[in-house]
């Protein structure tokens, strides 16, 4: 597809692979008003794209619906339940006082976006945090909607596993002394260390295969005594982990790209 300021022509029959990291910025329609006329160009756009996307000579690395579908953290810890993966016990719920069936300490996740915006414009990012059944602050959140509530598994450290296709990457850092949300630190970003880890290496590939994704970024945990998948990103980053591998990674998906 070749534009020049919107302007241009998509020549479909040429279309071989491509990667859909993501279908469209996160601050695609902040702002927008439904019925207004930006919206109407927007949604004419969007139209484009997910025709484009769809298209049956392209062959994707992940197609938009298996794209769309692992964003889902429900999903996501569904199919890895069912492939036999350890996933810490969790609900969902907009109603505190369910918040007693689990066991142990709680966390709260996003179950929607992982950010949104204030009038202002400015982002704010929803981090995976702590929260205690007997704060009355919780039951308000929770009121405004439903979070996923999930039992704290104390880390000892916190594995990346990167997966292109049936080849997998695993990083490490050590859990103590950072956040619970380690993407909360600037200095975790840059403590990674590559980990030889087959077996969690081969349930990562077996997970992103399952939901037929070809790419994935995940999270996992382990704890003294076992290891848990956390969250699976079918377009996160690997750049910010050490070389050699963050380039490995990227000549896997180019190779595949080239193909």
Not at 146 to 153: A, D, G, K, S, T
Not at 217 to 231: K, L, M, P, V
Request: charged letters at 20%.
């Amino acid at each position: 597809m070749e534009t020049t300021n919107g302007h241009g022509a998509a020549h479909l029959q040429d279309a071989h692979r491509g990667w859909i990291r993501r279908p469209a910025p996160a601050d695609w329609d902040v702002g927008m008003r439904w019925g207004s006329k930006q919206a109407a160009v927007h949604g004419a756009w969007r139209t484009l794209l997910v025709s484009l996307l769809r298209n049956p000579a392209c062959e994707w690395l992940t197609s938009l619906d298996a794209l769309l579908a692992a964003e889902n953290k429900i999903v996501q810890c569904r199919t890895a339940t069912g492939a036999g993966i350890d996933v810490p016990p969790l609900m969902v719920t907009n109603d505190a006082s369910e918040m007693s069936s689990l066991p142990g300490q709680l966390i709260a996740k996003p179950l929607g976006p992982p950010q949104y915006w204030l009038e202002q414009g400015d982002p704010r990012i929803v981090f995976a945090a702590p929260v205690d059944a007997q704060d009355p602050s919780v039951a308000e959140l929770l009121a405004g909607a439903p979070f996923i509530l999930q039992e704290r598994v104390r880390a000892v450290r916190h594995l990346r596993v990167v997966t292109v296709r049936d080849e997998a990457w695993a990083f490490q850092i050590p859990a103590e002394n950072i956040p619970l949300d380690w993407r909360r630190s600037a200095a975790a970003h840059t403590s990674w260390r590559p980990l030889k880890a087959p077996d969690i290496e081969q349930r990562a590939v077996d997970l992103s295969a399952a939901m037929s994704v070809k790419y994935s970024s995940q999270d996992w945990i382990e704890t003294a005594s076992d290891t848990y998948f956390i969250d699976l990103n079918p377009g996160g980053q690997w750049l910010f982990l050490p070389d050699p591998e963050a380039s490995q990674i990227s000549a896997a998906i180019a190779h595949w790209l080239q193909g």
